[in-house]
């Protein structure tokens, strides 16, 4: 079977191809490598397709093809007149969403908004959430629940079928070789213990239509033909250059299947930074993911239907290297005395002040914009509205300890809600992460 037959038909009415420049000159074109390190003959290929086919959709990584702005244009010009009106009002809706997020990177999310992205059809939203890169997880952040209430923020107001929460054991495994602390056993103990732990919280937060399941469970969730073509999509990828090695391979084929089988949805990543200037560095965050996606499937051409969200970056407690914040993966945590942990046994307001007084925590200005982001959805998410459609908030009566100290009870709050005499909670926490009770 060829990935040709998974998705390469004009979308929406998309036949008549656009304006496009007689000639490409190819070795002008410039690549960013700190986000994809693409071949000439790749370039080449993806620009014939794109001229051929204007429902591939490139967001706006087709800078790092130089293509000319007047046919990037034409595309645009192209794709956007034949989106229904329904779509329309759904975009509205998501702009208007997005934009009044405190937990997302409103400019990002807004710039890859994506018009083949068929929102009157209720698609899902989807995010994974992986095991650690340089060495495994060793708790999970409180963090994590920017992306979660964002997710069901999404959801609801776009009216989108489910939110998949994807844990990525399989794609961890590629790790293994980088540390000692990664074996499978290991991972799977992370991974499902966060499965769980995340399960036990949206049940407590009373939301519905989330599945959450390990990406080595796939052929359990998904129909045959979908897995075959989700299989297909990684041998396909495993041999193509510019997807860069086997875990970005598995990550293109989860995203085609996680976004409706190809059929469309949104994907909630995260955001740290713009692209480090300095030396090629390294990008941390969902953006080399994304472009390789939007490049991957644009050679295969194969339809990109997705809508690329961000959430904002989580953050370390204590001052970085010259009294800086230093920002982290909402999921991911190696040093859980530098984090606000999602756990059953975390002493939330006594953490909380011991980094401000030191300088950190409700100090640094990002900080508090990423847990009143967090506190904000909860109250209206969870706690809902009076009868007077007036959000219910939480109470704190007792005076400032220091600066900002009634949010870090807010924040206690929550944790409390989630978690006060849960021993279910308890017991999956220590299994999951033993060493940190």
């Given at each position: 079977m060829?990935?040709?037959s998974?998705?390469?038909?004009n979308?929406?009415g998309?036949?008549?191809?656009?304006?496009v420049p007689?000639r490409?000159?190819?070795?002008k074109?410039?690549?960013?490598?700190?986000?994809?390190?693409i071949?000439?003959q790749e370039?080449q290929?993806?620009?014939?397709n794109?001229?051929?086919?204007?429902s591939?959709y490139?967001w706006?990584y087709?800078?790092?093809?130089?293509?000319?702005v007047?046919?990037?244009?034409?595309?645009?010009?192209?794709q956007?007149?034949?989106?229904?009106?329904k779509?329309?009002?759904?975009?509205?809706?998501y702009?208007?969403?997005i934009l009044?997020?405190?937990?997302v990177d409103?400019?990002?999310?807004?710039l890859?908004?994506?018009?083949?992205t068929?929102f009157?059809n209720?698609p899902p939203i989807f995010?994974?959430?992986?095991?650690g890169?340089?060495n495994?997880?060793?708790?999970l952040?409180?963090?994590v629940?920017g992306?979660?209430l964002?997710?069901?923020?999404?959801?609801?107001?776009l009216q989108?079928?489910?939110?998949?929460?994807?844990?990525a054991?399989r794609i961890t495994?590629?790790n293994?070789s980088?540390?000692?602390?990664?074996?499978?056993?290991s991972?799977d103990?992370v991974?499902i213990?966060?499965?769980d732990?995340l399960?036990?919280?949206?049940?407590?937060?009373?939301?519905?239509?989330?599945?959450?399941?390990?990406?080595?469970?796939v052929?359990k969730i998904f129909?045959?033909?979908?897995?075959?073509?989700?299989?297909?999509?990684?041998r396909?990828?495993?041999?193509t250059?510019l997807?860069g090695?086997?875990?970005?391979?598995i990550?293109?084929?989860e995203m085609?299947?996680?976004?409706?089988?190809?059929?469309?949805?949104?994907?909630l990543g995260?955001?740290?930074?713009n692209e480090?200037?300095v030396?090629g560095?390294?990008?941390?965050d969902?953006?080399p993911?994304?472009?390789r996606?939007?490049l991957?499937m644009a050679?295969q051409n194969?339809?990109n239907?997705?809508?690329?969200a961000?959430?904002?970056?989580?953050?370390?407690?204590n001052p970085g290297?010259?009294?800086a914040l230093?920002k982290?993966?909402?999921y991911?945590c190696?040093?859980?005395?530098?984090r606000?942990l999602?756990?059953?046994f975390e002493k939330v307001y006594?953490k909380l002040?011991r980094?401000?007084?030191s300088?950190g925590?409700?100090?640094?200005?990002?900080y508090?914009k990423l847990?009143s982001?967090?506190?904000?959805?909860?109250?209206?998410l969870?706690?809902?509205?009076?009868?007077?459609k007036?959000?219910k908030?939480?109470m704190?009566s007792?005076?400032n300890?220091?600066?900002?100290s009634?949010l870090?009870?807010?924040?206690?709050?929550?944790?409390?809600?989630?978690f006060?005499?849960?021993?279910?909670a308890?017991?999956?926490?220590?299994a999951t992460?033993?060493?940190?009770?």
């Open positions: 060829s990935t040709d998974i998705a390469t038909s979308v929406a998309l036949g008549s191809n656009p304006s007689a490409i000159i190819m070795d074109v410039k690549r960013s490598k700190r986000l994809v390190d071949s000439n370039a290929l993806i620009i014939e794109i001229q051929r086919n204007p591939l490139l706006d087709g800078r790092l093809l130089d293509l000319p007047g046919f990037l244009q034409d595309i645009s010009r192209e956007n007149s034949q989106i229904p009106q779509r329309r009002d759904a975009m509205d809706a702009k208007r969403s009044s997020l405190r937990t409103q400019k990002l999310s807004l890859r908004m994506n018009p083949l068929n009157e209720h995010f994974g959430i992986g095991g890169s340089r495994l997880c060793k708790a952040p409180f963090d629940l992306m979660v964002t997710a069901e923020k999404l959801k609801r107001d989108l079928s489910e939110c998949r929460v994807l844990f054991n495994y590629t293994i980088k540390s000692p602390e990664f074996s499978k056993k991972i103990r991974l213990g966060e499965r732990l399960q036990f919280v949206i049940k407590k937060l009373g939301f519905r239509d989330w599945r959450l399941f390990l990406d080595s469970d052929e129909e045959p033909k979908s897995v075959n073509l989700f299989e297909e999509i990684i396909n990828a495993d041999q250059h997807v090695g086997h875990h970005y391979a990550e293109m084929a085609w299947l996680l976004a409706g089988e190809g059929h469309g949805g949104v994907k995260w955001f740290i930074n480090d200037k030396n560095g390294y990008i941390m969902e953006q993911f994304d472009a996606y939007a991957f050679k194969i339809s239907t997705i809508t690329l961000y959430a904002n970056a989580g953050a370390k407690l290297r010259g009294g230093d982290a993966p909402p991911i190696y040093e859980p005395d530098e606000l999602l756990s059953p006594e002040e980094a401000s007084l300088g925590g409700m100090r640094f200005k990002y508090r847990m982001g967090i506190t904000d959805l909860f109250e209206e969870v706690l809902g509205a009076d009868s007077g007036t959000i908030r939480i704190v007792v005076p300890d220091f600066p900002h009634r870090c009870r807010k924040i206690e709050f929550i944790q409390h809600y989630l006060n005499g849960e021993k279910e308890e017991k999956i926490w220590t992460f033993p060493h940190v009770v």
